[in-house]
């Protein structure tokens, strides 16, 4: 397996929201690629961004936030589109496969178990091929 992707669509509140998510194999890790359009105008316009399994957030060792193996940066939006790069070692591809990653309508506050008081789920994708 050498990269995943997640196509983001907005839930019943956010239609508009599209994006994608790619997951690609790196040295020693994962490289994340996030575009996201159409967020909604908020007070500070950042967005909590998480992979979630059946349970929440992706967090199979049960540390606590922002240590989930799910936490990811935020995304800042400007006018509405969001991009995001970052390489992580928190998970491999086989071990996101089937799971799905979520944008909040919050900002992260790093802090609040166990979400970091990210709010809603605005937009969501599962990660597959």
Do not use: W
């Not at 397996?1 to 997951?23: D, H, N, S, T, W």
């Not at 990653?101 to 994708?125: C, K, L, R, W, Y």
């Amino acid at each position: 397996m050498k990269f995943l992707m997640a196509k983001i669509q907005g839930m019943e509140a956010y239609p508009e929201i599209r994006g994608k998510v790619i997951f690609e194999e790196a040295c020693n890790g994962v490289f994340v690629n996030a575009q996201i359009c159409n967020l909604p105008q908020t007070e500070n316009n950042i967005f909590a961004f998480h992979i979630h399994d059946e349970n929440g957030h992706y967090n199979p060792d049960n540390n606590p936030h922002p240590r989930h193996r799910g936490d990811m940066p935020p995304l800042f939006s400007m006018k509405g589109r969001a991009s995001l790069s970052f390489v992580t070692d928190r998970f491999k591809l086989c071990e996101i496969a089937g799971k799905k990653v979520v944008v909040h309508i919050g900002v992260d506050d790093f802090t609040t178990q166990p979400s970091g008081n990210s709010g809603e789920m605005i937009a969501t994708g599962i990660i597959g091929h």
